[in-house]
Nanobody, 128 residues
Framework: QVQVVESGGGLVQPGGSLRLLCAASGRTGSSYHMGWFRQAPGKEREFVSAISWSGGTILYADSVKGRFTISRDNAKNTVYLQMNSLKPEDTAVYYC?????????????????????WGQGTQVTVSS
């Protein structure tokens, strides 16, 4: 069974920064495409960013482009989401998702139904 665990959320003032981490484990030797999604109260889960297993494909939602940076360390099966210039509208539960590496289309990395495994989520609150 694959486990996906997020960490790094918290409370930050507008304009501040946070770094989220996501570790996938459970299948020795496996590599994963990884994605970040978020869900605010009363809203649907939405795509934030994704990175292919090789790191060769990276996607961002328009709302976070230029502010968020996704990266990965395959030796640790860990993905990072550096979030800068945070805004109150970034407040949400952030979920990490993993898909064992397979053929993919760029567009598929941004879809919730592409991913097989999900973490429990980590709360990010941007408020003064």
């Amino acid at each position: 069974q694959v486990q996906v665990v997020e960490s790094g959320g918290g409370l930050v003032q507008p304009g501040g920064s946070l770094r989220l981490l996501c570790a996938a484990s459970g299948r020795t030797g496996s590599s994963y495409h990884m994605g970040w999604f978020r869900q605010a109260p009363g809203k649907e889960r939405e795509f934030v960013s994704a990175i292919s297993w090789s790191g060769g494909t990276i996607l961002y939602a328009d709302s976070v482009k230029g502010r968020f940076t996704i990266s990965r360390d395959n030796a640790k099966n860990t993905v990072y989401l550096q979030m800068n210039s945070l805004k109150p509208e970034d407040t949400a539960v952030y979920y990490c998702a993993a898909k064992p590496s397979t053929q993919y289309s760029t567009a598929s990395l941004g879809r919730t139904n592409f991913y097989d495994y999900w973490g429990q989520g980590t709360q990010v609150t941007v408020s003064s």
